[in-house]
């Protein structure tokens, strides 16, 4: 990976679930690349270590603490990140979560309707409340970048969790009507839909996918166990990714050198999907 290098220096990046997995990685080699990083998440802890990591590489990183389904939080959030760093270049929404312990299915009807609008809410919601935030600031400059999370499974559904499926999918309508609509002022919208990779997000989940998926599943004696043996099965090189490659697809799309590129959805998958 040596010879693959991104510039952002002295960029302003706002990147929401920062606090660990992909979210982490992303602000970790937006710093290395020379950006200032604002660090949104519910966790303080992690998120502030996110930001010291972000700190020692040299540039300005900052923890704020943020729900993304909260609408008057996004504003105050915003204002403050515009008083702390002066812009905003690049806005990352990747906050997102998957179905509750206890709700997954098949069958369907396992997961109730609390837990559809607890989803949709943050994963769909979430992303469209932060991006009414800190869009006017995108279309007043006419320029900026938004680089939206969404999945595999936008595409590649699984019956374990239909409501995260329909969340990610809905993503990628959202990312191509903003593209339609902030394209007229120099603003790039993508969505990256990342495969398997392990992270927080499947802490607790691996008893649940173990007990669902028995014949292919039962072998597995960890949480990463599971993941690895689910990408070996579904994805043309077998393998999951690294949250570092997710990064990599994000910094590419938030750079000069994708330009020309928006309102698409880039697929980081390992080979999982077939269009
Ligand atoms: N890990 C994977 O295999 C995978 C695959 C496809 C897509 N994704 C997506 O990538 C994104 C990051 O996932 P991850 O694997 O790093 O998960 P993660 O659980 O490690 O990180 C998600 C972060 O989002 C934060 N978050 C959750 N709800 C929030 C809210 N309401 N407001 C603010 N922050 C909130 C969490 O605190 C957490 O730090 C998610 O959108 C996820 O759906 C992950």
Not at 6 to 19: D, L, R, S
Not at 33 to 48: F, P, R, S, Y
Not at 138 to 162: D, L
Request: with cysteine; glycine share 8%; aromatic share 6%.
């Amino acid at each position: 990976m040596e010879n693959i290098k991104f510039c952002f220096p002295g960029k302003v990046v706002v990147i929401t679930g920062a606090a660990a997995g992909l979210g982490r990685a992303m602000a970790l080699q937006f710093a290395k690349a020379g950006a200032n990083v604002a660090i949104c998440d519910l966790k303080e802890e992690l998120a502030t270590e996110t930001a010291k990591l972000c700190e020692a590489e040299g540039v300005k990183a900052k923890f704020y603490k943020l729900n993304i389904t909260d609408e008057e939080m996004a504003a105050s959030v915003k204002d403050a990140i515009l008083a702390d760093f002066g812009t905003v270049d690049i806005l990352v929404n990747n906050a997102g979560v998957t179905t509750a312990p206890g709700k997954m299915g098949p069958p369907m009807a396992n997961i109730d309707i609390a837990d559809w609008k607890r989803l949709i809410g943050i994963n769909l919601i979430g992303t469209v409340t932060v991006t009414k935030a800190f869009a006017p600031i995108f279309k007043e400059k006419k320029q900026g970048k938004i680089v939206n999370i969404s999945s595999q499974t936008a595409y590649n559904v699984t019956v374990s969790m239909p409501h995260y499926c329909a969340s990610k999918l809905a993503i990628v309508s959202y990312t191509q009507s903003c593209s339609v609509e902030l394209g007229k002022y120099n603003v790039n919208v993508n969505a990256v839909c990342p495969g398997y990779i392990y992270t927080p997000i499947y802490h607790g989940a691996g008893d649940e996918l173990i007990s669902k998926f028995p014949a292919l599943l039962g072998d597995c004696k960890s949480e990463e166990e599971v993941v690895t043996k689910l990408a070996a099965v579904s994805t043309s090189l077998g393998r999951p990714e690294k949250p570092e490659d997710i990064a990599y697809c994000v910094l590419f799309l938030a750079s000069d050198a994708a330009s020309e590129i928006t309102g698409n959805a880039v697929i980081v998958d390992s080979g999982g999907v077939r269009r």
